[in-house]
T-cell receptor
């Protein structure tokens, strides 16, 4: 079974520029998550999709971050404009989540963003 | 609100010795508990989970975890540590009470196995 795919793996931009990350979850997984992980810290949930609907985006800085999951499969996360404090690893994850059964979440390799 | 705590920022253990990485949780209903490991420049890898059933859960790479309801703990263990086990370990609880099913992660514990 293929895992969660993310691209690019690394990105370096200057502040105030925009950037986009792409995620392809495990086939058939209904739930997709985007996390931000600052070096040495635990992942912080940015947004959670169930199919193509948003379940939780309470910690997403909506003035600069946006995400979409068209057709309930792939997802993109965008930052515009980027700030220095956005330097982090952005992790995508997915879980199957059959009705009534909270399943295991599987992570992609992440995208390391450096904002100069 | 559901939460997990990892009281140790770092755990050092000699190779061949048993290791324990601690996690305590706070939930209002049934706990759904997970352990993940993160190696440098990698995403998180699933190790094991507790949903229901036996209190001792066995997972990948020889790791196991003991669910203790009375102490609200879910400590990660391994009988004999390897240098290659050195990594960052995260405990997580899945929030099933609010209906979001989101994961709540601990702050992580860095395990260093010394040769």
């Amino acid at each position: 079974e293929a895992g969660v795919a993310q691209s690019p793996r690394y990105k370096i931009i200057e502040k105030r520029q925009s950037v986009a990350f792409w995620c392809n979850p495990i086939s058939g997984h209904a739930t997709l998550y985007w996390y931000q992980q600052i070096l040495g810290q635990g992942p912080k949930l940015l947004i959670q999709f169930q199919n193509n609907g948003v379940v939780d985006d309470s910690q997403l800085p909506k003035d600069r971050f946006s995400a979409e999951r068209l057709k309930g499969v792939d997802s993109t996360l965008k930052i515009q404009p980027a700030k220095l404090e956005d330097s982090a690893v952005y992790l995508c994850a997915s879980s199957l989540d059959r009705a009534g059964a909270p399943d295991t979440q599987y992570f992609g390799p992440g995208t390391r963003l450096t904002v100069l | 609100a559901q939460s997990v705590a990892q009281p140790e920022d770092q755990v050092n253990v000699a190779e061949g010795n048993p290791l324990t990485v601690k996690c305590t949780y706070s939930v209002s209903g049934n706990p759904y508990l997970f352990w993940y490991v993160q190696y440098p420049n990698r995403g998180l890898q699933f190790l094991l989970k507790y949903i229901t059933g036996d209190n001792l859960v066995k997972g990948s790479y020889g790791f196991e975890a003991e669910f203790n309801k009375s102490q609200t703990s879910f400590h990660l263990k391994k009988p004999s540590a390897l240098v290659s086990d050195s990594a960052l370990y995260f405990c997580a609880v899945r929030d099933v009470d609010t209906g979001t099913y989101k994961y709540i992660f601990g702050t992580g514990t860095r395990l260093k196995v010394l040769a």
